[in-house]
């Protein structure tokens, strides 16, 4: 059996580029283009937390902080 999940062409070009920084132990990663947007990741126990509405069409890029 094969199953098929219809994805537009608009869909997969939405991608937003997001920035990161610490907080301790935590990266949390913002969108300027979603303002109520925040992806938090503790690396050392693999915890990710995310708040606010997010448009699952949308691709959130994230680049580890430096």
Known sequence: ?????PITESALQ???RCESHRE???IIYTCQ???NYE????????????KGATNYAIDHVH???R
């Open 14 to 16: 939405m991608v937003h």
């Open 63 to 65: 680049n580890w902080p």
């Open 1 to 5: 059996m094969q199953v098929v999940f």
């Open 24 to 26: 301790g132990e935590w």
């Open 33 to 35: 283009d979603c303002p």
């Open 39 to 50: 992806r938090r990741v503790q690396p050392s126990t693999g915890l990710v937390q995310v």
